[in-house]
């Protein structure tokens, strides 16, 4: 479950496919086109493609039947190409590892600061919790793991979309839309951005009663993620004051520096 910057690049970039190999370069190819599939929101055209991956239509058009004939992408009655529905059992698979590398973390948000820790990522165009530790207070919140959200009404939403340019995150609320959970909801675009600037400029985002009335919620992005991803520590907003959030912010910051470096050493142990 993944969700990239869009990136206006000539085709010589990363995605360029190695020459060592027809059957490695169409394979590097299909995945280079369920990356810009996914930049675009999770559906496009061929000619879209073609632009954004600078490959031939022809070229284009094959992986796509392979893709479709697999399951991995769709055809839409308009002609358009959609992710497919296999690739939800791959995200799904890939999140369980995630999630298991980052409890600990979390646990130790919660030992620290008695509140619910949270792990989400930015999948498409929605909010996905991929890992929860619940705090022991009786009063505490509840996140269903694998719960989907818009990203403009919480916390972790703030932090994943902060990394993101301006015009890539006014691209994503033209297809969301900016529904108020709340009457704190932020749902204008112009309004939103402010908010990131903010979330740039502090290093933490805030979600204060925007998703659920007398529920705060901080967050921060978990740098140098291999997916984007960001951890959060919410309450009730009795608890989670301003001045307990000036504690929880380098907390925050330090787990996620630490969750990063526990994910990259993952990452080198199963190459």
Not at 124 to 131: E, I, K, L, N, R
């Amino acid at each position: 479950m993944t969700a990239r910057k869009e990136r206006d690049v000539p085709p010589s970039d990363v995605r360029k496919p190695a020459a060592n190999g027809g059957g490695v370069q169409s394979l590097e190819r299909a995945f280079a086109l369920l990356e810009h599939m996914a930049d675009a929101g999770g559906e496009t055209g061929l000619s879209e493609l073609a632009t954004s991956s600078g490959l031939p239509l022809p070229t284009i058009h094959r992986l796509m039947r392979t893709l479709v004939a697999c399951g991995y992408v769709r055809q839409q009655p308009n002609r358009r190409y959609a992710l497919g529905p296999r690739l939800i059992r791959l995200g799904e698979s890939a999140a369980r590892p995630l999630a298991t590398w980052a409890r600990p973390h979390l646990a130790r948000l919660v030992e620290a600061t008695g509140e619910t820790a949270n792990m989400a990522l930015l999948d498409g165009d929605d909010v996905v919790y991929v890992a929860q530790v619940p705090s022991r207070h009786s009063m505490r919140m509840f996140t269903e793991v694998g719960r989907r959200v818009l990203p403009h009404s919480t916390g972790v939403g703030k932090a994943l979309l902060a990394g993101l340019p301006d015009a890539d995150v006014r691209a994503l609320l033209r297809r969301t839309g900016m529904p108020a959970a709340t009457e704190r909801t932020i749902t204008t675009p112009d309004a939103f951005l402010d908010a990131l600037r903010a979330v740039r400029e502090n290093g933490y985002a805030v979600d204060d009663s925007e998703q659920e009335i007398g529920v705060r919620c901080i967050a921060v992005l978990v740098p140098e993620s291999p997916t984007a991803a960001a951890i959060s520590v919410s309450g009730p907003a009795g608890r989670v004051t301003d001045q307990a959030t000036e504690k929880m912010v380098p907390l925050l910051r330090e787990v996620a520096h630490d969750l990063s470096l526990a994910l990259a050493g993952a990452g080198r142990e199963n190459g």
